[in-house]
């Protein structure tokens, strides 16, 4: 196998930004001066062809190889964990899922890779996150990605009645440029989602579960009406018990890696900036909420 080759292939293929494809590769080359990195990236892309995914020795690799060649372990993870992008497809396949699903998990890395840009100045990875997603255990259906999740909480609502350790599908939101966080974009996925996992789920029955700031119902005070997070927000029944304090997810809005606690020295080049630094500077904090969509209602 090329491993360069591969690598441009993936790059080619998910469209990345030049900025990103001459770092990448400027780190590439200085991992393949050491015969024994090359070595290593060879036999764990082989073994994933073969189908065999060994998460840990590959994270082990990629750690082993950035002190070796001194890149960040964050880039090294990048190589190591996108070389296997190409093959993925076929575990999408034993799932049932197609060629769609497959890209929409694998351009996740993109995503990442701005967000890291902003935060720690540099283009690279947590190899965690992205472990699911090479045995289609994560996937991306359109705008959303989806796991199979053991309920943490038991909440009866009006229209969802969950208990603890119930297994449930919980919806995580990808930084994604290249769809709109529309309604329409939204309720597309859901319904992908919920024919895919109805046919995995006890009874049949999906019910999807979100915790995340974006459905905080502060949002229906700070926010304008017609906002898709508000429009998010108005997709769940939101347990009202299940608030709990998260200014560890500031840079989910601000893109800043270090806070001095002063808001005031915050960002404010979007309207969501603008509408949380007013609210930070008020006394307010970033608060995050667990909300539901019982699948049978998107049908």
Not at 16 to 45: A, F, M, P, Q, W
Not at 109 to 123: A, D, P, T, V
Not at 139 to 148: E, K, P, T, V, W
Not at 180 to 200: C, D, G, L, M, T
Request: proline share 3%; net charge negative.
């Amino acid at each position: 196998m090329n491993i360069r080759n591969n690598l441009i292939t993936y790059l080619d293929d998910f469209e990345y930004e030049n900025e990103i494809r001459e770092s990448v590769l400027s780190n590439l080359d200085k991992l393949l001066k050491h015969l024994e990195i090359g070595n290593k990236i060879e036999h764990y892309t082989e073994l994933y062809q073969n189908g065999v995914f060994d998460f840990d020795g590959l994270r082990e690799a990629a750690v082993s190889a950035a002190e070796t060649s001194g890149i960040s372990e964050m880039e090294s993870c990048f190589i190591h964990m996108v070389s296997l992008a190409n093959f993925a497809l076929p575990f999408f396949e034993r799932r049932g899922l197609g060629k769609a699903e497959w890209y929409d998990s694998m351009i996740d890395f993109k995503w990442k890779m701005r967000e890291n840009k902003k935060r720690f100045g540099l283009w690279g990875i947590n190899a965690e996150w992205h472990k699911k997603f090479f045995t289609a255990d994560r996937i991306a259906f359109g705008r959303l990605q989806y796991n199979l999740l053991d309920s943490e909480r038991t909440f009866k609502g009006k229209t969802v009645d969950v208990t603890e350790g119930q297994t449930v599908v919980t919806i995580h939101i990808p930084s994604d440029d290249r769809t709109p966080f529309s309604r329409e974009n939204r309720y597309s996925s859901y319904v992908r989602a919920e024919n895919y996992y109805r046919r995995i789920v006890p009874d049949g029955r999906v019910i999807f579960r979100c915790g995340t700031w974006l459905l905080n119902t502060l949002h229906r005070e700070i926010l304008p009406e017609g906002s898709n997070i508000r429009g998010f927000l108005d997709d769940f029944e939101i347990d009202p018990d299940s608030y709990e304090v998260s200014n560890g997810d500031l840079w989910r809005i601000f893109y800043v890696n270090s806070y001095n606690g002063d808001p005031s020295t915050l960002p404010e080049s979007s309207s969501l900036m603008r509408a949380y630094k007013k609210h930070l500077i008020g006394g307010g904090q970033i608060g995050k909420m667990v909300g539901y969509i019982p699948g049978e209602s998107l049908r």
